[in-house]
């Protein structure tokens, strides 16, 4: 399982740098994504994936008795996912705009001369 | 010491934003609440320096779970001390927006947005939890994104783009720090981590750790090679907004990088020579970008990016006199560069341009303003006594200490091309005749009396910060010294948090 994550999280992040070194705008955009999720598991496979072992301390003791599985990296990644969500759809939303505007998916035309209008 | 009043600012600030949706498209009630939140905010924020002055750390364990466990919110002086600075810039921000920013962006919630990035910034000062910093800075970003695309312009929407995909980088590479640390030591308290750090036994691992936080901190701050967002994107939005993003953002990373790298990290040699090119270099890129450009939004975003690098100095020197000199250079930063922004803004309401070339004879039209305005540059510039002189002495001292001649070197180099470049900027804008084939389209002279001081008292304000600290340099010297003993010696700061 650790091993079949570890190739993952690598695919995950190689694939997210090639596209963000891409000129498109979606493809930044994917590539954001993916390496966003890359590290989301990266956390996930960091805090010691155990199975079957949930972190309840029984009704007899005052302490674990065994390894757990431990909740925070989850609650991290939790947050981490639902703060990404709103970054994502804030990001389409404004890349949908750009095209609209420069009617163009590539980056490198993003530099209008400055004008002078606040 | 616990003390639940200790997130009073960041509470106020959440209130007020949330009161302001409330009276969603009810613009003047929004601007007076919005003055009105800050105006509690900077009493607040005061109180929260005065007592932190006096008492030492204040801790807050929210919802009551103890420190290692649950989210822990510290105060220390460097904290209070940036939280009262970031009150004095919002309430001028605040006042200036007043008039300074357009109704048709105020009724898309200018306001409430303002206030949740104010704080979302309170927050991540204040905070001891290295992922609730995190989430602090999400804050921050999801705001200052609205912000500076709030308006709809093309040029935003292009400085926005390269400012949304650089900070969203930065977080993610941020979060794998947190992740990677988290594996590490089983931590994410900030005290904590500080005394678990030191016990891995692979301290190779630590240090690539470590370049997370400073590649993640380093966008953010703008740094030597991950700048290139900043000086494209921060002549974008309305001036108030670049006053509070070119103010305040940037220092976030600055001091994200001074706690993380004095309380968690110890730079070893490596890093400290990393700092130092850094620094180098990018003192020196954003003096040469800044001799370049025309628009004075972008010569003062080329400067912001060359002042970061002397901060980042003296985190690189890393000895108690560099780093005091860093933080009195923050402090005076922070007032100087918001100040620069909404001068920048008051110049366009003057002259209808930002562009150089098309400004002139203000110095003849309004002699009282320019004076306002010649004290602000003067600080910046550092001519003594005024505030930018006296930290770039402590750092000059500090560097002939640990003999590093090309950051002394850089030092000198960013001073004197700041020196040229705004003494270009007032021959240019104030001292030079109008141009007589531009028709001057001069906003000010129409405006009431009441709105020509909401756009010049808040300038005025700040100015007279800048001033007190240059006058009365000795008490923020011994604010500095005391910051910066506080970052060198982390057993008080640990103690406050955990309790031992």
């Given at each position: 399982m650790e091993l079949l994550l570890v190739f993952l999280i690598g695919v995950l992040y190689a694939a997210g740098v090639y596209l963000i070194l891409r000129r498109s705008m979606v493809k930044l955009l994917l590539g954001i994504m993916l390496f966003g999720n890359a590290t989301n598991i990266l956390i996930f496979l960091l805090g010691n994936i155990v199975k079957g072992k949930p972190p309840i301390i029984g009704a007899?003791?005052?302490?674990?008795q065994d390894i757990y599985a431990d909740p925070i990296p989850q609650a991290l990644i939790l947050t981490a996912i639902v703060i990404s969500f709103g970054l994502t759809a804030f990001a389409i939303v404004l890349l949908k705009r750009v095209y609209a505007l420069?009617?163009?998916?590539?980056?490198?035309?993003?530099?209008?001369p400055e004008e002078e209008d606040i | 010491m616990i003390d639940n009043l200790i997130i009073n600012t960041v509470l106020i600030h959440l209130f007020t934003a949330i009161t302001q949706l409330i009276f969603w498209r009810k613009t003047v009630t929004q601007r007076i609440l919005s003055v009105a939140g800050c105006f509690f905010g900077l009493v607040s924020a005061i109180r929260l320096f005065y007592k932190v002055y006096n008492q030492g750390i204040l801790t807050m364990n929210a919802a009551n779970w103890d420190a290692p466990f649950g989210i822990v919110f510290v105060a220390d002086l460097f904290s209070s001390t940036l939280v009262l600075l970031t009150a004095i810039a919002g309430i001028s921000v605040s006042i200036f927006s007043a008039?300074?920013?357009g109704r048709a962006r105020m009724l898309y919630g200018y306001f409430p947005i303002f206030h949740f990035l104010m704080m979302g910034l309170n927050g991540a000062f204040l905070t001891g939890d290295i992922f609730n910093l995190y989430v602090w800075f999400e804050v921050i970003i999801i705001s200052s994104f609205v912000l500076m695309t709030l308006g709809g312009r093309k040029a935003q929407l292009e400085g926005a783009v390269k400012y949304m995909a650089m900070n969203i980088l930065a977080s993610t590479f941020f979060l794998t720090g947190i992740g990677i640390l988290y594996g590490l030591t089983?931590?994410?308290?900030m005290a904590s981590l500080a005394l678990e750090v030191p016990k891995i036994s692979n301290q190779a691992l630590i240090n690539i750790t470590a370049m997370f936080f400073l590649i993640g901190f380093g966008i953010k701050s703008a740094v030597f090679p991950l700048y290139f967002w900043l000086p494209s994107s921060y002549h974008t939005p309305p001036s108030a907004v670049a006053a509070t993003f070119g103010g305040l953002l940037t220092k976030v990373g600055i001091y994200a990088l001074f706690r993380v790298f004095t309380l968690i990290f110890t730079p070893d040699e490596f890093m400290k020579g990393t700092f130092i090119v850094l620094a180098v270099m990018t003192i020196l890129t954003g003096a040469f970008g800044a001799?370049?450009?025309?628009?004075i939004r972008r010569l003062f975003s080329y400067l912001i990016v060359c002042h970061i690098g002397f901060m980042i100095g003296g985190l690189g020197l890393y000895t108690t006199l560099a780093i005091t000199g860093a933080i009195f250079y923050l402090i005076h930063d922070i007032m100087v560069k918001t100040n620069l922004f909404l001068i920048a803004g008051l110049i366009r309401q003057l002259r209808?341009?930002?562009?150089m070339g098309k400004l002139g004879g203000i110095y003849a039209a309004y002699p009282k303003i320019s004076l306002l305005i010649a004290v602000v540059i003067f600080s910046l510039v550092g001519?003594?006594?005024?505030?930018?002189?006296w930290p770039k002495i402590y750092l000059f001292n500090a560097s002939f200490a640990s003999q590093q001649w090309f950051y002394v070197a850089a030092i000198l180099i960013g001073s004197i091309v700041t020196l040229y470049v705004i003494a270009k900027f007032w021959a240019q804008v104030?001292?030079?005749?109008?141009?007589?084939?531009e028709i001057i389209v001069d906003n000010f002279q129409n405006l009431s009396k009441f709105k020509k001081g909401l756009l010049v008292v808040p300038i005025l304000l700040m100015a007279s910060v800048s001033v007190y600290i240059g006058l009365n340099a000795e008490v923020i010297i011994q604010v500095s010294t005391r910051i910066s003993n506080e970052l060198m010696e982390k057993t008080p700061y640990i103690q406050a948090v955990l309790g031992t």
């Open positions: 007899d003791f005052k302490v674990f420069i009617n163009s998916d590539d980056l490198d035309d993003l530099n209008t | 008039t300074g920013i089983g931590s994410l308290n001799l370049i450009k025309d628009n209808g341009s930002m562009h001519i003594p006594p005024l505030s930018g002189f104030f001292w030079k005749d109008a141009c007589d084939d």
